[in-house]
T-cell receptor, first 113, second 112 residues
């Protein structure tokens, strides 16, 4: 059971480049979310989804797009990378009922130069 | 934006001692309060969680205390071990684990 898988693990981008961070889960979870982790700021919610075809903004959505065409996948797109987007990105998934544990991937460390 | 304030930022405890991390939340809708543990290079993992109708929850060496009137909750790690060295995040959760609001994190070091 792989859980939540994120790719790539590391990425360096130049300012203005675009890229997609991939996230896949094999637990049939309806809820999926993207967070960014910066020193001294904890994890902050970027976007989240309650099911295929449904997405919404979190606390820090600017500069990021998401879509959810399947239950398993929830990619995060950076349209035009900026140095302020240098961070560690985590994808998480969870069931909507009962067990309220969020399962996190191992993260993608992104550097924008 | 609702906030969760966590302290201290870093904590050093001797092996066998008690580690205490505190969090304060603002007036907000919430379902429960989880604590996540993160090791270097890994994603956070749920350690223990408490619902607001309970004042204390204990799992092994880990205990959450919840004070609703003070809007505070804390994590106590008894008999702290070097393997407990990690970063700990408190959070408040709304609508299950769909949206988590995290504290700033505490880097805990247990000296052998």
């Amino acid at each position: 059971n792989a859980g939540v898988t994120q790719t790539p693990k590391f990425q360096v981008l130049k300012t203005g480049q675009s890229m997609t961070l991939q996230c896949a889960q094999d637990m049939n979870h309806e809820y999926m979310s993207w967070y960014r982790q910066d020193p001294g700021m904890g994890l902050r919610l970027i976007h989240y989804s309650v099911g295929a075809g449904i997405t919404d903004q979190g606390e820090v959505p600017n500069g990021y797009n998401v879509s959810r065409s399947t239950t398993e996948d929830f990619p995060l797109r950076l349209l035009s990378a900026a140095p302020s987007q240098t961070s560690v990105y985590f994808c998480a998934s969870s069931h909507p009922y009962g067990n309220t544990e969020a399962f996190f991937g191992q993260g993608t460390r992104l550097t924008v130069v | 934006q609702q906030q969760v304030k966590q302290s201290p930022q870093s904590l050093i405890v001797q092996k066998g001692g008690i580690s205490i991390i505190n969090c304060a939340y603002e007036n907000t809708a919430f379902d429960y309060f989880p604590w996540y543990q993160q090791f270097p290079g890994k994603g956070p993992a749920l350690l223990i969680a408490i619902r607001p109708d309970v004042s204390e929850k204990k799992e092994g060496r880990f205990t959450i205390s919840f004070n609703k009137s003070a809007k505070q909750f804390s994590l106590h790690i008894m008999d702290s071990q070097p393997g407990d060295s990690a970063t700990y995040f408190c959070a408040d959760a709304f609508q299950g684990a769909q949206k988590l609001v995290f504290g700033q994190g505490t880097r805990l070091t247990i000296n052998p």
